[in-house]
């Protein structure tokens, strides 16, 4: 069992950056997977980046090299640099932990089997 308590969201104007943090206990899984994902209501989560493991990383397209994820092992934390902020990335994130390390699609939801509980992000123009 994993929980996950995400934080540093808020509003802020476009262009502008934020830090997420999401802090991780429970079991600890050799073999992982972790991501960001965002969802507004009425669509569904998307996938914003992922950290496995193994080292891997990936980013949605969307992202465009304005994000940056990481991890501090130590802390056992995930994070999310945001930076070059638009109206558009407005959003709930959240962070989840897939633990078998067996993902196809880093950037799934469904891959995922724990959820923090979301922090919303507000940009705005």
């Known amino acids: 069992q994993v929980q996950l308590a995400e934080s540093g969201g808020g509003s802020v104007q476009a262009g502008g950056s934020l830090k997420l943090s999401c802090s991780a206990s429970?079991?600890?899984?050799?073999?992982?997977?972790m991501g960001w994902f965002r969802q507004v209501p009425a669509y569904n989560r998307e996938g914003v980046a992922s950290?496995?493991?193994?080292?891997?990383?990936t980013y949605g397209d969307f992202v465009k090299g304005r994000f940056t994820i990481s991890r501090d092992a130590a802390k056992n934390t995930l994070y999310l640099q945001m930076t070059s902020l638009a109206p558009e990335d407005t959003a709930t994130y959240y962070c989840?932990?897939?633990?078998?390390?067996?993902?196809?699609?880093?950037?799934?939801?469904?891959?995922?089997?724990?959820w923090g509980q979301g922090t919303p992000v507000t940009v705005s123009s």
């Open positions: 429970g079991r600890n899984y050799s073999s992982w997977c």
């Open positions: 950290i496995c493991s193994n080292g891997r990383t």
């Open positions: 989840a932990q897939e633990v078998l390390g067996v993902v196809v699609d880093p950037l799934a939801y469904y891959e995922y089997n724990y």
